[in-house]
């Protein structure tokens, strides 16, 4: 029987410097994502969460498996900074990660920052 077309969830496997953002979302790696994105040590992942979502524990999988590697997570909160849920910060805290709510382009900018300096960092961006 003839397969259709095969999705896969949305995947880079390196770290990659953020080189614009905005339009609903970001071009990195000359490539282009529409859509929120997470900047972690194991890639780029495509991230279910839009301006506004709430920021729920339940949307940090990836962040939590890979916290031996992370020391700060960004967290471009969109157009506006938001605080993060008391809940999340802990579990992050809990794992040894510290946390930066800002502004999506706030949260690009010192992540391009702290990647050039090889800092254990990653970042969850919701897309503006």
């Known amino acids: 029987m003839a397969k259709g077309i095969e999705m896969r969830e949305a995947h880079f496997p390196g770290r ?3 080189d ?3 339009n609903g979302g970001f071009r990195f790696a000359d490539m282009s994502h529409r859509g929120s994105v ?3 040590p194991s890639g780029v992942y495509a991230w279910d ?3 506004g979502d ?3 524990v339940e949307k940090f999988p990836r962040v939590l498996a890979e916290a031996r590697e992370i020391e700060v997570l960004l967290v471009g909160t969109g157009r506006e900074i938001r ?3 008391k809940e999340l910060k802990a579990a992050l805290q809990a794992v040894g990660i510290s946390s930066d709510p800002m502004n999506t382009g706030a949260a690009v900018r010192t992540y ?3 990647l050039a300096e090889s800092r254990a ?3 969850a961006l919701v897309a503006v």
Do not use: F, H, K, R
């Open 16 to 18: 990659a410097p953020i």
């Open 20 to 22: 614009a953002y905005g």
């Open 38 to 40: 997470l900047m972690l």
């Open 49 to 51: 969460v839009s301006e």
């Open 54 to 56: 709430p920021l729920a």
């Open 83 to 85: 605080p993060l849920p």
């Open 112 to 114: 391009n920052v702290m």
């Open 121 to 123: 960092v990653a970042a």
